[in-house]
């Protein structure tokens, strides 16, 4: 959830500092950024409540998260890797 949330945190910045004018390039792709980066944080959120009940399930014998969470997981960081590879690209566009 942190990633995510940073990852928005700058793209906002990078708008902020790259947009003047009408939207261009540029501001188009980092929109594609932020709505991946929006949509990885509400993956990462909808699987929170998920993975917290079954670590307090779990107990001392230790937590292996379920193959539902792991996979939420996995498809969040691809969409943060889409964002950050936007917010790149969004710099030389």
């Not at 949509?39 to 929170?48: L, T």
């Amino acid at each position: 959830m942190g990633a995510a949330t940073a990852a928005v945190l700058t793209g906002v910045l990078l708008w902020f500092l790259v947009h003047d004018g009408p939207p261009g390039l540029q501001e188009h792709i980092l929109g594609v950024g932020a709505l991946c980066a929006l949509v990885a944080a509400g993956v990462q959120g909808s699987s929170a409540r998920a993975l917290r009940q079954a670590s307090a399930a779990a107990g001392p014998e230790g937590f292996k998260p379920s193959h539902r969470v792991a996979t939420s997981q996995r498809f969040a960081a691809v969409l943060l890797a889409v964002t950050v590879t936007c917010m790149a690209a969004a710099r030389y566009a």
